[in-house]
Every structure is written in C-alpha cells, then in structure tokens.
C-alpha cells in the first residue's frame, strides 16, 4: 500500500485542522492505520490508531480529546481531525499502515507499521 498525507497547514493555537491520507492498493480495510508526528529535535510519537473496519480508535494522552482519527474505506482515505491545536503540536504529521490484527506489535509501537507516507507539516503559532 502506497500512502500519501496532506492538508498541513499554518494556524493559530486553538484553531482546527484536518489531515488527510490517500491510500493506493486493494483492500485498504485489511489494513489497520496510524497518525505519528515528529517534532525538530524529538523522536517520532505515536498520535492516534484505527482499526481496519474503524471500529476502535486509540490516542496518545496529549491528544485525546482534542484529535479524532476516522477512515473511509470506500474512498480509501484516513483522516485526523485536529481541534484546540497547540503550539506543541507543531511537527511533520505521518500516516502508517499494517497489514496485520490491530493489536498485533502493538497499535501504538510506530516499529509494528510497515507503511510510511511522506509527512505533512503542522505549524500552530501566533
């Protein structure tokens, strides 16, 4: 599966923003994905998971809450709804996928996705 993130922006803290990431290849539902993000200077971090049918979505501590992960399946898309963004979020968000359980290696170890895309830059600053 190929994978391709966008919708990266400059906003202001508080402000939304949407991320999107295009998948290319058959059976997008066999494949459970992830958001992470790295900031300058700071190891890539797990943000959030979703399982292939959607059904169960996970979240790092520092985003649950404010972010919301989702898939289309049809449109073999997955998103990240960014709400209350803060300076901290700034970073290049990554979109991931698996082919494998959810569970499997861990939904939140970036080291169990075998599929990265290209990042998309979040900047939150006044």
């Not at 400059?10 to 990431?21: E, K, W």
């Not at 959030?48 to 996970?58: F, L, P, Q, R």
């Amino acid at each position: 599966v190929q994978l391709q993130a966008s919708g990266g922006g400059l906003v202001q803290p508080g402000d939304s923003l949407r991320l999107s990431c295009a998948a290319s290849g058959p059976t997008f539902s066999r494949y459970s994905m992830a958001w992470s993000r790295q900031a300058p200077g700071k190891e890539r971090e797990f943000v959030a998971a979703i399982s292939g049918s959607g059904s169960i979505t996970n979240y790092a501590e520092s985003v649950k809450g404010r972010f919301t992960i989702s898939r289309d399946n049809a449109k073999n898309m997955l998103y990240l709804q960014m709400n209350s963004l803060k300076p901290e979020d700034t970073a290049v968000y990554y979109c991931a996928a698996k082919d494998g359980p959810y569970y499997s290696g861990g939904y939140n170890s970036l080291l169990s996705y075998a599929y990265w895309g290209q990042g998309t830059q979040v900047t939150v600053s006044s």
